[in-house]
């Protein structure tokens, strides 16, 4: 089981950009396929964003030409590059991980990090 620990969240005005990070432990990293979800108060917790071991990626239509999802296999970590932020994209970030790609849409996972808070300002 992968251990995952997600940062680079913060309060930022809109327009602004961040870029969070997701480190994750173990040896399979370069096989697992990846996803950055976000759960804002009172709503349902959902995909942003996956990769895939081989570098394939999807995204939710909301942030489609705003983030960018990428992995660096060396250093075990996924990043999700947010430029363009909107109040609307104030969350929760979390990631997580799977062998099967389709797994990470059905977001049915048993355990959580903590995830990183990101807000923005308008």
């Known amino acids: 089981q992968v251990q995952l620990v997600e940062s680079g969240g913060g309060l930022v005005q809109a327009g602004g950009s961040l870029r969070l990070s997701c480190v994750v432990s173990?040896?399979?990293?370069?096989?697992?396929?990846m996803g950055w979800y976000r759960q804002a108060p009172g709503k349902q917790r959902e995909l942003v964003a996956c990769?895939?071991?081989?570098?394939?990626?999807d995204y939710v239509d909301s942030v489609k030409g705003r983030f960018t999802i990428s992995r660096d296999n060396a250093k075990k970590t996924v990043y999700l590059q947010m430029n363009s932020l909107k109040p609307e994209d104030t969350a929760n970030y979390y990631c997580?991980?799977?062998?099967?790609?389709?797994?990470?849409?059905?977001?049915?996972?048993?355990?959580w990090g903590q995830g990183t808070q990101v807000t923005v300002s308008s």
């Open positions: 990769i895939t071991s081989a570098g394939n990626t």
């Open positions: 997580n991980a799977h062998l099967n790609k389709e797994v990470l849409y059905r977001a049915r996972f048993g355990s």
């Open positions: 173990g040896s399979i990293f370069r096989l697992l396929a």
